[in-house]
């Protein structure tokens, strides 16, 4: 697995957040956490670097030695991290309860989603906020698919957020009685984030294979 | 709960890898023999032990009394990142295989995720400090279990014709789902009856 | 190979079948459909056909055996399809799984469906009133009650209002009066229903002496060999024996193994599941571990556990901890000295 | 009379087909109108060639040099002209130079009496030189050339001698027919051994189908005052072996050191018949058996004579034949042309019927563990090929590859019908490719 390619990355990070993919409700919430602390970690830290560094050339995401980037980049994710709770638990307390002792992990979901932004030595923000931010929709893609898949599978049912008349849930009637409750459970998502990693390194190496379908053929 | 019921519930039944899902990638994804594995093991007993009685003093002596409740996930993250940091510096020769191994500076960001959830578990759960210990080790213990069997998986696999697309790190994830479903069958339940017995 | 063990499951299901009548046809046939049908998806788009080596049909088999006969058809089909696509085919197929593929697709049915896993039918000729159950199942129903126990199993379900067939109460009866009573002693009812397999339960594990019919041929054509059956069946008989009684109250000795052993699952796992070759430990000193290891298992699941029987969650717990214990049993010293002749 | 101290494990049983009646006795086998002799008859490099096309060539003569010390002397088998010297290929498909003779002259040493000439008076190196310049080979099936084995390091006498009488091969009873008919000659044999290696324990391993010798050989100990003991070893396939018969006997010959030796009881006679009667190892005893064979037996066969007469000698065979080998059923060859020459190596020919040579399809392993049980050496074949088919020789190396003797009781004892043994052997190629 080379360490620092973005698809290793993406489904490292995945792994604690599996747990909450049981209600694609959950899923959405953890995502929007995610995404919401790696873009700011992200800028805090591009902002930081530059502060603290004076009026030298373009400065890199990491001044100073990897242990101070490191210690910043705990610093901040954490606090953020700290405040998404914060500010769900405020808005919606189910929505706090249900994701548990998996929103603290966000600020490791983040650190390692964060963590090697390839070539963001000496670029400008909109290049690292758009890397991020990439990662970040890779990232709550692949949860909601897997929430997909697992709640409507093993529940039946796929829980969103109740607007309006709409009550928040799709009921799948004819699952729903006898629903594969077996993918709700940890075993489950296991064995969907392994399905996912093999089905997304199967595309890659396929586009790898024959970048734009054509010139593959010389 | 009586110390057997700790020890029960976060070695088999909340097992930290397989019901919690935490700290998955060193046991999935390392590479090394059965001795990385065991030095996996070694290393998350320790930090988990030491984060659980950490986040134990941390919590009850500091946040809570202050009122920092909402300061919970920055100390606790400190608290584990520190401690693994200096525990990597401690046994680096003891693990030197697994980290090369790995060539990633992210295991013990890994292991953090298992470090960390274990310091929320134990605080959530109102823990005294010896039983956080126990708490630790025994999560250590289950850790080290489902590594040891995984890497023996792992090492059977590694010289058959697996379908390419699944080969390594994805073929890992579903042998620690079929773990994970075949570890349901120790549930509170059972763990009740057995102790209750 | 795999066809001859397929064989000597046909008399037990021959039985079932008997028993519980056409329901048990379709559960068997569309657990072996479905597990015929996910091998063929799984392996003609690779362009390899392996039906020939007669696995999964094996798989679709043994799944089918494990069910209740009322289980409604999508159950089974799932079990088999999970059975042979995830736990079997994402490993590449026969040989390099290490999870033993029916065991893990009834595990999942388990896991999955707690209810129609228990939808018993009465055999036929059997008792009809009180709820159909197999015994097992009824006397982990009393010993959970509360309330003074008899010493054994058959007593205890006796005395709950567990009633066996009238067939049973005639032939006891018969030889009760002619042969035993000079002797002194009467068998308890419900004896010959249970001996027999004249009982509620899973299809293919009703019946022990036409499962044991099977095993002495497996054995005795070498199929698979002996330590692991003994060992397993050793140690749960005398765990039984010993600590079985702990549970309902009846203190040391009283757990009256003989009747665990007679309930078919156990037999089923024994002789025809955990020996499988490709997910049991390979050197005998690791089978005789293994046996032991399964012994323990199942008979913590099946006195404390919650999860069916006991036997298909021990036997996936075991493959588990299998290939640990081929590393540690194959520490042998490599071969003598010296090159080629 | 003394019984194994410690069973080997491991090996198997296949049904051996004892087609040749056991009393049959050992008829000579015609001498060959024409015989193609392979310099290469032995472990190690191929002789030179001393002679040209044209030349006339007596029985016996040497036409072969031993090129270095890993090499042994090759003589002409038959009188005649030596018509072609070129590459041949052998039946274990390597190739190297052969002398084809056509029969002609008449034969000066066959069938007469010999001499029985005086040894005892002979130091160490004058034997180990008559016995080299006879090109005597081991014929137990390892063909290392029998004075290099022989000769000690001066002053140090070897802790064990055995004479080897057990079957390497199932179904091949060429040596039980040789302890039959030349008893006393191998005991001769065995005294020179004897004289050589002053060995401490010299041991007469005979396999369970010979046992009834046991009387003959023990008469025999006795009336030459021979300090040997008799032993009765299972003749279950490998256990005839070097290593396994030590291991049976309870002394465990540990690799390089030279304590233990081996000799096969033909070795022993073609000692005898080299230092004795001066005559160099041209022929020897060999089984030919198989259902599709109509008179099986043993022969005593000039080196050179090719298999198809040879066969025909034997009978001929029956429409049903499928698959010729030459060696034992368990590790000989399978021929491709009946014109391969019988050589020094060659320990039997057995033919197979249709059903036994088909090739079946391969099944993927199912780990059942029978070829750990089968493997006496202790490995576990399965994993060694798996890690040989992925490229991984080096792994299979440190898990004990170069202890494999490839004796076949793996892909015997196979369900699956894998090739174990023929990859096996590529694996061990592409060591000693890397290696070499």
Same mark, same amino acid.
């Given at each position: 697995?080379?360490?620092?390619?973005?698809?290793?990355?993406?489904?490292?990070?995945?792994?604690?957040?599996?747990?909450?993919?049981?209600?694609?409700?959950?899923?959405?919430?953890?995502?929007?956490?995610?995404?919401?602390?790696?873009?700011?970690?992200?800028?805090?830290?591009?902002?930081?670097?530059?502060?603290?560094?004076?009026?030298?050339?373009?400065?890199?995401?990491?001044?100073?030695?990897?242990?101070?980037?490191?210690?910043?980049?705990?610093?901040?994710?954490?606090?953020?991290?700290?405040?998404?709770?914060?500010?769900? &638990?405020?808005?919606?307390?189910?929505?706090?309860?249900?994701?548990?002792?998996?929103?603290?992990?966000?600020?490791?979901?983040?650190?390692?989603?964060?963590?090697?932004?390839?070539?963001?030595?000496? @670029?400008?923000?909109?290049?690292?906020?758009?890397?991020?931010?990439?990662?970040?929709?890779?990232?709550?893609?692949?949860?909601?698919?897997?929430?997909?898949?697992?709640?409507?599978?093993?529940?039946?049912?796929?829980?969103?957020?109740?607007?309006?008349?709409?009550?928040?849930?799709?009921?799948?009637?004819?699952?729903?009685?006898?629903?594969?409750?077996? &993918?709700? !459970?940890?075993?489950?998502?296991?064995?969907?984030?392994?399905?996912?990693?093999?089905?997304?390194?199967?595309?890659?190496?396929?586009?790898?294979?024959?970048?734009?379908?054509?010139?593959?053929?010389? | 709960?009586?110390?057997?019921?700790?020890?029960?519930?976060?070695?088999?039944?909340?097992?930290?890898?397989?019901?919690?899902?935490?700290?998955?990638?060193?046991?999935?994804?390392?590479?090394?023999?059965?001795?990385?594995?065991?030095?996996?093991?070694? !290393?998350?007993?320790?930090?988990?032990?030491?984060?659980?009685?950490?986040?134990?003093?941390?919590?009850? #002596?500091?946040?809570?009394?202050?009122?920092?409740?909402?300061?919970?996930?920055?100390?606790?993250?400190?608290?584990?990142?520190?401690?693994?940091?200096?525990?990597? %510096?401690?046994?680096?020769?003891?693990?030197?295989?697994?980290?090369?191994?790995?060539?990633?500076?992210?295991?013990?960001?890994?292991?953090?995720?298992?470090?960390?959830?274990?310091?929320?578990?134990?605080?959530?759960?109102?823990?005294?400090?010896?039983?956080?210990?126990?708490?630790?080790?025994?999560?250590?213990?289950?850790?080290?279990?489902?590594?040891?069997?995984?890497?023996?998986?792992?090492?059977?696999? =590694?010289?058959?014709?697996?379908?390419?697309?699944?080969?390594?790190?994805?073929?890992?994830?579903?042998?620690?789902?079929?773990?994970?479903?075949?570890?349901?069958? !120790?549930?509170?339940?059972?763990?009740?009856?057995?102790?209750?017995? | 190979?795999?066809?001859?063990?397929? *064989?000597?499951?046909?008399?037990?299901?021959?039985?079932?079948?008997?028993?519980?009548?056409?329901?048990?046809?379709?559960?068997?046939?569309?657990?072996?459909?479905?597990?015929?049908?996910?091998?063929?998806?799984?392996?003609?788009?690779?362009?390899?056909?392996?039906?020939?080596?007669?696995?999964?049909?094996?798989?679709?088999?043994?799944?089918?055996?494990?069910?209740?006969?009322?289980?409604?058809?999508?159950?089974?089909?799932?079990?088999?399809?999970?059975?042979?696509?995830?736990?079997?085919?994402?490993?590449?197929?026969?040989?390099?799984?290490?999870?033993?593929?029916?065991?893990?697709?009834? /595990?999942?049915?388990?896991?999955?469906?707690?209810?129609?896993?228990?939808?018993?039918?009465?055999?036929?000729?059997?008792?009809?009133?009180?709820?159909?159950?197999?015994?097992?199942?009824?006397?982990?129903?009393?010993?959970?009650?509360?309330?003074?126990?008899?010493?054994?199993?058959?007593?205890?379900?006796?005395?709950?209002?567990?009633?066996?067939?009238? *067939?049973?109460?005639?032939?006891?009866?018969?030889?009760?009066?002619?042969?035993?009573?000079?002797?002194?002693?009467?068998?308890?009812?419900?004896? !010959?229903?249970?001996?027999?397999?004249?009982?509620?339960?899973?299809?293919?594990?009703?019946?022990?002496?036409?499962?044991?019919?099977?095993?002495?041929?497996?054995?005795?054509?070498?199929?698979?060999?002996?330590?692991?059956?003994?060992?397993?069946?050793?140690?749960?008989?005398?765990?039984?024996?010993?600590?079985?009684?702990?549970?309902?109250?009846?203190?040391?000795?009283?757990?009256?193994?003989?009747?665990?052993?007679?309930?078919?699952?156990?037999?089923?796992?024994?002789?025809?599941?955990?020996?499988?070759?490709?997910?049991?430990?390979?050197?005998?000193?690791?089978?005789?571990?293994?046996?032991?290891?399964?012994?323990?298992?199942?008979?913590?699941?099946?006195?404390?556990?919650?999860?069916?029987?006991?036997?298909?969650?021990?036997?996936?717990?075991?493959?588990?901890?299998?290939?640990?214990?081929?590393?540690?049993?194959?520490?042998?010293?490599?071969?003598?000295?010296?090159?080629?002749? | 009379?003394?019984?194994?101290?410690?069973?080997?494990?491991?090996?198997?049983?296949?049904?051996?087909?004892?087609?040749?009646?056991?009393?049959?006795?050992?008829?000579?086998?015609?001498?060959?109108?024409?015989?193609?002799?392979?310099?290469?008859?032995?472990?190690?490099?191929?002789?030179? $060639?001393?002679?040209?096309?044209?030349?006339?060539?007596?029985?016996?003569?040497?036409?072969?040099?031993?090129?270095?010390?890993?090499?042994?002397?090759?003589?002409?088998?038959?009188?005649?002209?030596?018509?072609?010297?070129?590459?041949?290929?052998?039946?274990?498909?390597?190739? $190297?130079?052969?002398?084809?003779?056509?029969?002609?002259?008449?034969?000066?040493?066959?069938?007469?009496?010999?001499?029985?000439?005086?040894?005892?008076? &002979?130091?160490?190196?004058? @034997? @180990?030189?008559?016995?080299?310049?006879?090109?005597?080979?081991?014929?137990?099936?390892?063909?290392?050339?029998?004075?290099?084995?022989?000769?000690?390091?001066?002053?140090?006498?070897?802790?064990?001698?055995?004479?080897?009488?057990?079957?390497?091969?199932?179904?091949?009873? %060429?040596?039980?027919?040789?302890?039959?008919?030349?008893?006393?000659?191998?005991?001769?044999?065995?005294?020179?051994?004897?004289?050589?290696?002053?060995?401490?324990?010299?041991?007469? %391993?005979?396999?369970? #189908?010979?046992?009834?010798?046991?009387?003959?050989?023990?008469?025999?100990?006795?009336?030459?005052?021979?300090?040997?003991?008799?032993? /009765?070893?299972?003749?279950?396939?490998?256990?005839?072996? =070097?290593?396994?018969?030590?291991?049976?006997?309870?002394?465990?010959?540990?690799?390089?050191?030279?304590?233990?030796?081996?000799?096969?009881?033909?070795?022993?006679?073609?000692?005898?018949?080299?230092?004795?009667?001066?005559?160099?190892?041209?022929?020897?005893? *060999?089984?030919?058996?198989?259902?599709?064979?109509?008179?099986?037996?043993?022969?005593?066969?000039?080196?050179?004579?090719?298999?198809?007469?040879?066969?025909?000698?034997?009978?001929?065979?029956?429409?049903?034949?499928?698959?010729?080998?030459?060696?034992?059923?368990?590790?000989?060859?399978?021929?491709?042309?009946?014109?391969?020459?019988?050589?020094?190596?060659?320990?039997?020919?057995?033919?197979? =019927?249709?059903?036994?040579?088909?090739?079946?399809?391969?099944?993927?392993?199912?780990?059942?563990?029978? $070829?750990?049980?089968?493997?006496?050496?202790?490995?576990?074949?399965?994993?060694?090929?798996?890690?040989?088919?992925?490229?991984?020789?080096?792994?299979?190396?440190?898990?004990?590859?170069?202890?494999?003797?490839? $004796?076949?009781?793996?892909?015997?004892?196979?369900?699956?019908?894998?090739?174990?043994?023929?990859?096996?052997? #590529?694996?061990?190629?592409?060591?000693?490719?890397?290696?070499?």
């Amino acid at each position: 697995m080379k360490s620092e390619d973005p698809p290793a990355l993406l489904f490292l990070g995945l792994c604690p957040a599996i747990a909450v993919s049981v209600r694609v409700i959950d899923a959405l919430w953890m995502s929007a956490g995610v995404m919401l602390v790696l873009l700011l970690s992200g800028l805090a830290m591009e902002l930081l670097s530059r502060e603290s560094s004076g009026n030298e050339a373009r400065h890199s995401f990491d001044r100073g030695s990897p242990a101070a980037r490191w210690m910043r980049a705990l610093v901040v994710t954490s606090f953020l991290t700290a405040s998404f709770e914060a500010g769900l &638990l405020a808005l919606a307390p189910a929505a706090s309860a249900a994701l548990g002792i998996y929103a603290p992990l966000i600020a490791v979901n983040c650190l390692v989603l964060g963590r090697g932004m390839p070539g963001t030595h000496n @670029l400008p923000t909109r290049r690292t906020v758009v890397g991020l931010l990439g990662r970040g929709i890779g990232f709550a893609a692949s949860l909601v698919a897997i929430a997909l898949v697992r709640e409507a599978l093993g529940a039946g049912t796929i829980t969103l957020f109740a607007l309006g008349g709409f009550g928040g849930t799709i009921v799948i009637p004819m699952l729903v009685e006898q629903p594969l409750r077996a &993918l709700g !459970f940890a075993g489950g998502g296991l064995l969907c984030l392994g399905y996912l990693v093999a089905v997304s390194r199967a595309i890659s190496r396929r586009a790898a294979a024959n970048p734009a379908g054509g010139e593959a053929a010389q | 709960m009586s110390w057997a019921a700790i020890i029960l519930t976060f070695a088999l039944v909340d097992n930290v890898i397989l019901s919690r899902l935490l700290g998955v990638w060193p046991a999935a994804g390392a590479r090394g023999g059965m001795r990385a594995a065991a030095g996996v093991g070694g !290393f998350m007993a320790v930090l988990m032990a030491g984060s659980a009685v950490g986040g134990w003093a941390l919590d009850s #002596q500091v946040l809570v009394p202050l009122g920092f409740t909402l300061l919970r996930t920055p100390a606790f993250v400190f608290l584990v990142a520190s401690l693994a940091l200096a525990l990597q %510096a401690f046994n680096g020769r003891f693990l030197p295989s697994f980290l090369r191994v790995t060539g990633v500076s992210i295991p013990e960001i890994g292991i953090n995720t298992a470090g960390l959830g274990l310091v929320l578990i134990a605080t959530r759960g109102e823990y005294s400090a010896p039983e956080s210990l126990v708490a630790g080790l025994a999560a250590g213990a289950g850790y080290f279990l489902v590594t040891a069997m995984m890497t023996a998986i792992r090492e059977r696999l =590694e010289v058959e014709p697996v379908p390419r697309a699944l080969k390594g790190f994805p073929l890992q994830l579903i042998t620690a789902g079929l773990m994970a479903y075949a570890f349901m069958a !120790f549930d509170r339940a059972f763990l009740a009856r057995v102790l209750g017995g | 190979m795999t066809w001859l063990v397929g *064989l000597c499951l046909l008399p037990a299901a021959g039985w079932g079948v008997f028993l519980f009548g056409t329901p048990a046809l379709i559960v068997l046939a569309v657990s072996i459909a479905a597990a015929i049908l996910a091998e063929l998806a799984s392996t003609l788009p690779f362009g390899r056909f392996t039906l020939r080596d007669g696995s999964a049909f094996l798989t679709g088999f043994i799944v089918g055996l494990l069910m209740p006969a009322g289980a409604p058809a999508c159950v089974p089909a799932a079990a088999s399809a999970f059975a042979i696509l995830v736990v079997k085919q994402s490993f590449g197929g026969l040989g390099r799984n290490w999870m033993n593929p029916a065991m893990g697709g009834v /595990v999942f049915a388990l896991l999955s469906w707690p209810g129609p896993m228990s939808q018993w039918i009465a055999p036929k000729g059997g008792a009809v009133q009180g709820a159909v159950m197999p015994p097992l199942e009824a006397l982990r129903a009393a010993m959970a009650g509360p309330g003074a126990k008899e010493t054994t199993p058959l007593a205890i379900l006796s005395s709950s209002g567990f009633t066996f067939s009238d *067939l049973d109460s005639q032939v006891l009866g018969w030889i009760n009066t002619h042969v035993f009573s000079p002797m002194g002693i009467s068998l308890p009812p419900g004896t !010959f229903d249970v001996l027999i397999g004249h009982v509620a339960g899973g299809i293919g594990i009703v019946s022990v002496p036409l499962l044991m019919l099977g095993a002495w041929f497996l054995l005795f054509r070498g199929i698979i060999r002996w330590h692991l059956p003994v060992m397993y069946l050793g140690t749960f008989a005398i765990l039984a024996a010993v600590f079985g009684g702990l549970g309902s109250g009846n203190g040391w000795f009283a757990g009256g193994p003989g009747f665990h052993l007679f309930s078919g699952s156990l037999v089923l796992g024994a002789f025809f599941v955990a020996p499988d070759p490709v997910t049991s430990p390979m050197t005998n000193k690791g089978k005789c571990i293994f046996g032991i290891g399964l012994g323990t298992l199942t008979f913590f699941l099946r006195f404390f556990g919650s999860l069916g029987d006991g036997v298909a969650a021990s036997i996936v717990l075991g493959n588990c901890a299998a290939p640990l214990l081929d590393r540690w049993t194959s520490r042998r010293v490599t071969g003598t000295q010296g090159g080629a002749a | 009379m003394t019984y194994p101290t410690k069973l080997p494990r491991g090996g198997v049983d296949p049904p051996a087909e004892t087609l040749v009646p056991r009393d049959s006795g050992i008829t000579n086998a015609a001498v060959p109108s024409r015989a193609l002799i392979p310099l290469l008859q032995h472990s190690g490099k191929p002789a030179l $060639c001393l002679v040209k096309p044209g030349d006339r060539v007596k029985e016996g003569m040497l036409i072969g040099n031993a090129d270095g010390s890993r090499s042994a002397n090759v003589h002409a088998t038959i009188p005649g002209i030596v018509v072609e010297v070129g590459e041949h290929c052998l039946p274990t498909g390597e190739v $190297c130079t052969a002398v084809a003779i056509e029969l002609g002259g008449e034969f000066e040493t066959s069938g007469k009496p010999r001499s029985r000439r005086e040894w005892e008076s &002979l130091s160490r190196l004058d @034997l @180990l030189e008559r016995i080299r310049r006879a090109g005597v080979v081991g014929l137990g099936g390892g063909s290392i050339p029998t004075h290099l084995k022989l000769a000690i390091p001066p002053g140090s006498a070897s802790s064990i001698f055995v004479a080897n009488g057990v079957e390497s091969e199932p179904s091949i009873c %060429a040596d039980d027919a040789l302890l039959r008919e030349k008893p006393s000659d191998i005991m001769e044999g065995l005294r020179i051994c004897q004289a050589l290696l002053t060995p401490a324990r010299t041991v007469i %391993a005979l396999g369970e #189908q010979s046992e009834d010798l046991v009387p003959e050989f023990e008469r025999l100990v006795r009336q030459k005052g021979i300090k040997a003991d008799v032993a /009765v070893l299972p003749s279950r396939y490998p256990h005839g072996h =070097e290593q396994l018969v030590l291991a049976a006997l309870g002394s465990r010959s540990p690799a390089g050191e030279q304590s233990a030796t081996v000799l096969n009881v033909a070795t022993l006679y073609a000692i005898f018949e080299a230092v004795i009667l001066d005559k160099p190892l041209i022929e020897r005893v *060999l089984t030919v058996t198989g259902s599709p064979v109509s008179h099986p037996r043993n022969l005593k066969v000039r080196f050179g004579m090719g298999v198809r007469d040879l066969l025909e000698e034997c009978g001929g065979l029956s429409s049903g034949a499928a698959k010729i080998v030459m060696g034992g059923p368990m590790r000989g060859v399978s021929v491709d042309s009946l014109d391969l020459p019988v050589t020094k190596v060659t320990s039997g020919i057995v033919a197979f =019927e249709g059903l036994a040579a088909r090739p079946h399809a391969e099944l993927p392993c199912i780990r059942c563990g029978s $070829c750990i049980e089968a493997c006496p050496w202790n490995l576990v074949p399965t994993r060694l090929f798996k890690l040989v088919r992925i490229g991984a020789a080096a792994a299979a190396e440190r898990e004990g590859l170069s202890s494999c003797t490839e $004796c076949g009781c793996c892909a015997y004892s196979c369900p699956s019908r894998i090739p174990l043994v023929a990859v096996l052997r #590529q694996g061990k190629h592409a060591l000693r490719g890397s290696d070499a």
